[in-house]
């Protein structure tokens, strides 16, 4: 059974900073990546940033040069360092791991809540 727990999200002032994580339950090494998205009431969950297992990464144009993913794969950890929070950047993030051939896992998700 494949475990994904996220935290660190909470309320903070625009302009702050947060950094979320995310656990893998098992070895990390198994899933082609590890993916951040973010979702808001009634709207879909779009892709935040995302890192692969030789530790490339991808970004949504709205939070380059913002946010910042890593691993730590002793750990089994995938950290999303956010700075300079923006009001718009309040949403429930999820991070989600794909096997190339089990597919998507989905953890809960944490709420990351940045007032103006």
């Known amino acids: 059974q494949v475990q994904l727990v996220e935290s660190g999200g909470g309320l903070v002032q625009a302009g702050g900073t947060l950094r979320l994580s995310c656990v893998v339950s098992g070895n990390i090494f198994r899933f082609n990546a590890i993916t951040w998205y973010r979702q808001t009431p009634g709207k879909q969950r779009d892709l935040v940033a995302s890192i692969t297992t030789d530790s490339s990464t991808n970004y949504a144009d709205s939070v380059k040069g913002r946010f910042t993913i890593s691993r730590d794969n002793a750990r089994n950890t995938v950290y999303l360092q956010m700075n300079s929070l923006k009001p718009e950047d309040t949403a429930r993030y999820f991070c989600?791991?794909?096997?190339?051939?089990?597919?998507?896992?989905w953890g809960q998700g944490t709420q990351v809540t940045v007032s103006s």
């Open positions: 989600a791991a794909d096997h190339f051939a089990a597919g998507r896992y």
